[in-house]
């Protein structure tokens, strides 16, 4: 399990996957692409960052919310592979949500984060597309949202 092996390295501990917050699923599949619905900063049952990047929430911290994101996304992931991480094939898009001030425009940045973090865990396979999209307003008052679509075998 060399997935496993590289988040225990990176000193990552997968949390359980977070259940819907409405009437929707964490995921779906659709032959070998899973698209995963958005995963928000969510740490113990409850988000770890609130309000607006830029009056809240400091871009530091706005991109700890992201790297939250992403390994809340690394656990669907899991999820949808019964377990083994090393299925994912490709992470083939990342979609980014960021809560920010009028005229804020590092959304880039932020979702970096969590981008950072999947080449991280999954090397080339985790080089994805990605959209950064400013926002007025995300569930829970959290400050980002983060979905993906993702190859698995």
Same mark, same amino acid.
Do not use: W
């Given at each position: ?69 992403? #390994? $809340?996304?690394? =656990? +669907?992931?899991?999820? *949808?592979?019964?377990?083994?991480? @090393?299925?994912?094939?490709? &992470? ?8 920010? #001030? $009028?005229?804020? =425009? +590092?959304?880039?940045? *932020?979702?970096?984060?969590?981008? @950072?973090?999947?080449?991280? &865990? ?32």
């Amino acid at each position: 399990m060399q997935i496993e092996k590289r988040l225990a390295e990176l000193g990552i501990t997968l949390p359980e996957p977070a259940a819907p917050v409405a009437n929707y699923v964490p995921f779906v599949q659709y032959a070998d692409l899973v698209s995963i619905s958005g995963q928000i900063p969510i740490e113990n049952g409850k988000p770890a960052f609130l309000g607006i990047v830029g009056a809240d929430v400091s871009l530091e911290d706005a991109c700890s919310a992201a790297r939250l994101c992403a #390994i $809340n996304l690394i =656990a +669907q992931m899991k999820a *949808v592979c019964d377990g083994n991480l @090393d299925r994912v094939q490709r &992470v083939v898009k990342l979609g980014g949500f960021v809560n920010g #001030i $009028n005229g804020f =425009a +590092q959304q880039p940045q *932020v979702i970096n984060a969590a981008s @950072d973090l999947m080449v991280d &865990v999954f090397g080339d396979k985790g080089r994805h597309s990605r959209s950064a999209v400013g926002v007025n307003g995300l569930p829970l008052n959290v400050p980002v949202e983060i979905d993906a679509l993702v190859e698995i075998a």
